[in-house]
């Protein structure tokens, strides 16, 4: 069984500052991973996925994320904060393989708030 | 245009009563999900279905029923509702493998009294 932790439930942060937002999993088969951001009062939508390859992944927004498979962790990063990134951000895990595929684990999700 | 639709959006019930909430796709997804959303909890997958008839329980399927007989459609069905599952239902669908973006609905905002 997979599990993940997002390590903080709120990050303040001031605008144009950089913002990472930590996230660990645990998993006894090769996984895949996700983050998802959710504006408020919508749905979640994907920012970036690791499956394979490259370590470092870029995804929408100018959001990043780097696999580490040594610290079994997926942080999320982004340079320079904008008052619009203010949301709730959740980092996911999937088996890659094994009866367990369609079962997307989800963290309790980091708050991030930008302040100008 | 590409979109996962969830009806209804707010529902207030009283417990006991059988409810579903409706969840259609028009993306030609196999794959189907129902999570639910709780304050310091995150989301936690109730049912997901690989393809129409089949599906398999997530983390939290108790008192919880669904089913897939068409591939746009998974209805979710709580057959007699508990103040425990006053949450924020949402529902998403992707091609087939977890390798797929998943693209989620508005969601569906349930209060059980």
């Known amino acids: 069984a997979q599990s993940v932790t997002q390590l903080d439930s709120q990050v303040p942060v001031f605008e144009e500052a950089p913002v990472e937002l930590r996230c660990n999993y645990s998993s006894s088969v090769s996984v895949y991973l996700f983050w998802y951001v959710q504006y408020p009062n919508q749905g979640l939508q994907l920012l970036l996925k690791y499956l394979s390859g490259s370590t470092l992944v870029k995804g929408i927004n100018g959001f990043e994320a780097e696999f580490n498979k040594s610290q079994t962790s997926f942080h999320l990063r982004k340079p320079s904060v904008h008052i619009s990134d203010t949301a709730e951000y959740f980092c996911a895990v999937s088996a890659s393989r094994g009866g367990s595929q369609g079962n997307l684990i989800f963290g309790k999700g980091t708050k991030l708030s930008v302040k100008p | 245009e590409a979109q996962v639709t969830q009806n209804p959006r707010y529902l207030i019930t009283v417990t006991g009563k059988k409810l579903t909430v409706t969840c259609s796709q028009n993306m030609n997804h196999e794959y189907m999900s129902w999570y639910r959303q709780d304050p310091g909890l995150g989301l936690r997958q109730i049912y997901y ?49 977890m390798t797929e973006t998943q693209y989620f609905g508005p969601g569906t905002r349930l209060l059980v009294l």
Do not use: H, W
Request: include cysteine.
């Open chain 2, 49 to 97: 279905s690989m393809n129409v008839e089949v599906t398999d329980k997530g983390d939290v399927p108790e008192g919880y029923k669904v089913s897939r007989k068409e591939k746009r459609n998974f209805p979710l069905i709580l057959e007699s509702p508990s103040p425990n599952q006053t949450s924020l239902y949402f529902c998403a669908s992707s091609y087939l493998g």
